[in-house]
């Protein structure tokens, strides 16, 4: 069965630093992988996507993801972190052609002044 | 565009009762997912459905159903409830076509059974 783990389940940073989240799965064959942010009391909303291709990804809000097919991981990648990027950011996988989605039990993100 | 849109927002049931939660899907988008968020089993996927049929279905007990209308809104039924129930109820939409598309996911649904 596939299966997502995000080892950190809390991460402070300071607002301008750096940040990454880690994101390892396990699956048969290379899955799609997602990353999604969400903010207190909202639903989730989708930063980035690998499907194929380019293995380090481009999302929204500043954030990149590169995915590392012999370390299964897809880790998100950020500069410099502002403090509206504090939220809880979860990682998934979904099989290829089908829409059921695996998450990880997420990261919580605090940032400090 | 407008977002997909979840009723009620709130929700405060008695064990043993039972709920129904909705979802509108994104103008043109065929399939519609839910998933349970609870803080200690995280984001489970319930089901999905597409084009009125239940495509894919997650570990849940039967007391889960739901179902899809013709203009793609969905509805999730949870029957005699359990303190466990209680959890965000997201539901999300997409596409659905043969490759895997991106999910819109709603505000979810809080549901608190008592």
């Known amino acids: 069965a596939q299966s997502v783990t995000q080892p950190d389940i809390h991460i402070t940073v300071s607002e301008g630093a750096s940040l990454e989240l880690r994101c390892n799965y396990s699956y048969g064959a290379t899955p799609y992988l997602f990353w999604y942010v969400q903010s207190p009391g909202q639903g989730l909303q989708l930063l980035l996507k690998y499907f194929s291709g380019d293995t380090l990804v481009q999302g929204i809000k500043g954030f990149e993801a590169e995915f590392k097919r012999s370390q299964s991981s897809f880790n998100l990648r950020k500069p410099s972190v502002h403090w509206s990027d504090a939220a809880e950011y979860f990682c998934a996988v979904a099989p290829r052609g089908n829409e059921k989605l695996t998450f990880g039990t997420g990261t919580r993100l605090t940032i400090i002044p | 565009k407008a977002g997909v849109t979840q009723t009620p927002r709130y929700l405060i049931k008695t064990r043993g009762q039972q709920v129904t939660l909705s979802c509108s899907p994104i103008s043109g988008h065929r399939s519609v997912s839910w998933y349970q968020q609870t803080p200690g089993q995280g984001l489970q996927f319930l089901f999905e459905y597409f084009s009125e049929t239940q495509r894919n279905k997650g570990n849940f007990p039967g007391r889960f159903s739901g179902r899809q209308f013709s203009n793609s809104r969905s509805e999730m039924n949870v029957s005699t409830l359990e303190l466990g129930d209680s959890a965000l109820y997201l539901c999300?939409?997409?596409?659905?076509?043969?490759?895997?598309?991106?999910?819109?996911f709603g505000p979810g649904t809080r549901l608190t059974v008592l």
């Open positions: 999300a939409s997409s596409s659905g076509g043969t490759l895997n598309n991106e999910q819109f």
